[in-house]
């Protein structure tokens, strides 16, 4: 197979990237002293083990451009290239390596990993794009609402296609899995509500274009990165944004979409996954699809385009507290209530229990009181008797007295009397 520096430039779709890696081959060619053709027979022929060859001598050899890549970054550090231009004009040599399958694996600990923060790019934040969409037409807002979503890098995002969208008739925020072009790895991205709703409005009026890309150029491209740059520095003009001299470029989106990721609390790797930045392979087993969408939720808190949205969102979030709360308070009643229910019936039996005794108690009262009614009749009805007895007694008594006070011829002449009455009287 033929292999050409020119055919590796020409399958890269960015020209930004394109002109860079050239620049960084030149570079290392002119470093190095031999054509790239040639560098490239070299680098096939060093990860081919020869006949008789043993293990590490072919594994030495086979490190033989790692070692001279560093020696070209040391190269650049001496002529005074700053460290993240130095391992920038390393990019195109190693991505020419691996675009024809002969990656070279830069050890760790290398000085070409090294970068230093710049400060030349303009530190954006949510409050920045809120000012822009503003000031924006449908297509810049849809653009704004989609960067900030999915933190893709330019080459990603230009690239989308309107096929490449699901429907968005699902339940937000609705998943969108892009293949990056740099790393080939998948960026599990999601679209907002916000999102959704734009692109429901602005899709239709793309129907009449021919143009597959969802931001399309005037003819039958996706709008160029310098495009994307004159656009987001229009916006920051019009909506009375200082730059204070710095660079506004896409890639400020990513920045930002990577920083709210760690302010967020998602984390930064969970934060790499989405926007489709390699991560290691031991941290990639445990983000599955629903664990994603959950870390999209809680980033988007803090990247929320719309302030109604995110009022909204922070009322949804304080209701799922108050619901929660209410929740357990529910449980604890509904506990207490079945204790208590368990509590009354246990009583109830136990009264409807001392109710009947109290009512066969009464009953056998009732019954009693009328013996005892009985007995006070009687008693009444002795007493009278005993007193008519007792006045004639008494009336016995006296007459006993008054007889034994008469004389005796008196007593005799009375007790004859007496004999001659009952005498008298009818048997």
Known sequence: MEMSVQEFLNSLSNPRTRKGYRFGLNKFIEWFGKPAEEILAMRQEDLTQKPGENLIEYKNRAARFEKEIEKFHSHLIEKGYSI?????????????????????????????????????????????????????????????????????????????????????DKEPPIALTLLTQKEKIPAHCFLSQETIDLLKTYLPTLQKKSNIYLFASNGKSHISDEAISKMLNRLAERAQIDLNGKRLTFHCFRKMFLSASIDSGIGLTAGKKLCGKAIARSDDTYLTTVKLQEKFVQLKRFLTIKESAKLESDTI?????????????????????QAVTGENLKIRKEFKERVAELKEEIAAARLIGEQVAKIGERVKKWQEEKGELEAKLAGFERFQQLVLEQPDEVILELIKDVKRQLKEQPR
Do not use: C, W
Request: glycine residues 2%.
């Open 317 to 337: 979030e304080k209701l799922e507290k108050a619901v929660s709360k209410l929740s357990e308070e529910l449980e604890q009643q509904r506990t207490i209530t």
């Open 84 to 168: 993240n231009s130095a391992r920038n004009m390393t990019l195109g040599i190693r991505q020419l390596f691996r675009y024809y399958q002969m990656p070279v694996t830069i050890r760790s600990g290398s000085k070409i990993s090294q970068t230093v923060q710049t400060t030349k790019n303009f530190p954006l934040t949510i409050e920045h794009v809120r000012k822009m969409f503003k000031v924006a037409n449908l297509k810049e807002r849809t653009f704004l609402s989609l960067s900030v979503d999915t933190g893709l890098r330019i080459s990603d995002f230009l690239t989308i296609k309107k096929a490449d969208l699901p429907p968005l």
